[in-house]
């Protein structure tokens, strides 16, 4: 039986395979490569931001060796970085949640 930890990366792993490699490198992603996979896995994200740039900083961001494209490391940063911040939001509901006087569900 496969861990949950083992499934999510296999998962990530998949995720990032499937939308590298239509153009160019296939193990990085293009610019619109990123941008297909932010809208097919983030198109909830992406539909908040008000930037129509958004792809285009999230890849200066994240390529940090400057190729013009993301590799798998790059976007492992990516994955860290938003599941922490995802995990600092649930803490703090969390919290607000069992502070005195707030509603509870």
């Given at each position: 039986?496969?861990?949950?930890?083992?499934?999510?990366?296999?998962?990530?792993?998949?995720?990032?395979?499937?939308?590298?490699g239509?153009?160019?490198?296939?193990?990085?992603?293009?610019?619109?490569?990123?941008?297909?996979?932010?809208?097919?896995?983030?198109?909830?994200?992406?539909?908040?931001?008000?930037?129509?740039?958004?792809?285009?900083?999230?890849?200066?961001?994240?390529?940090?060796?400057?190729?013009g494209?993301?590799?798998?490391?790059e976007?492992?940063?990516?994955?860290?970085?938003?599941?922490?911040?995802?995990?600092?939001?649930?803490?703090?509901?969390?919290?607000?949640?069992?502070?005195?006087?707030?509603?509870?569900?």
């Amino acid at each position: 039986m496969t861990s949950q930890l083992q499934t999510a990366i296999e998962g990530l792993v998949n995720v990032f395979h499937s939308y590298s490699g239509k153009e160019g490198d296939k193990y990085k992603l293009s610019n619109l490569e990123l941008k297909n996979l932010f809208q097919g896995e983030f198109g909830d994200f992406l539909g908040a931001s008000n930037d129509p740039c958004v792809v285009e900083k999230m890849l200066a961001d994240l390529d940090e060796n400057k190729d013009g494209e993301v590799d798998f490391q790059e976007f492992v940063i990516l994955v860290a970085a938003l599941t922490v911040a995802c995990n600092e939001f649930f803490i703090e509901l969390h919290e607000s949640k069992e502070q005195p006087g707030s509603k509870k569900d």
